[in-house]
C-alpha cells in the first residue's frame, strides 16, 4: 500500500509514535505542529489523508479543518481528527466541519493504522473512474 499521510500535531511524541507506526505499513509521512504549518504542507505536498489534532498553538484543528474544506483543492482529502477533545460538542462540531473520522486520545495504535489504510484503500486515485470507463 502506498500513500501519503500527514500528521498535524504539537505533541512530538504522537507525531514519533503515529509517524514511525505508519512507515512501517509502507506509507510516507510527513508532520507539521499547527494548522498554519499544515496548509503549508498541504499545498506543497498534496497528502492523500491528513491525521489532525484539535489543540494546537497558532491555529486549532477546527479552523484547520473549515480552511481545508472551504478550498476545491483540498476539500476532497480525508480527514482523521485525533484528539484529547471528547465532548459531544467538539464532536459534532468536528462531524459538521467536515471530518471523516473522529477518533479521541489515548487511541489504540492499531486502531488508528487500521482505519488510516481503510480510508487510503477507499480513495479512489485520480482519473480511475475515468479510466475504467473507457476500458
Known sequence: MAGRVLIVDDDPGVV??????????GLEVTAAANGAECLLAVDSQRPDLIILDVVMPVMDGFQTLRLL????ETAS???IMLTVRRSDVDVLHGWTSGVDLYL????????LIALTKRMLDA?????????EGSL
Request: hydrophobic content about 25%.
Open 77 to 79: 482529502i480525508p480527514v
Open 16 to 25: 514519533k509514535l503515529v509517524r514511525a507506526n505508519l512507515q512501517a505499513e
Open 104 to 111: 479521541t486520545k489515548p487511541f489504540e495504535t492499531s486502531e
Open 69 to 72: 474544506k472551504e478550498k476545491p
Open 123 to 131: 480513495k479512489e486515485p485520480d482519473g480511475a473512474k475515468e479510466t
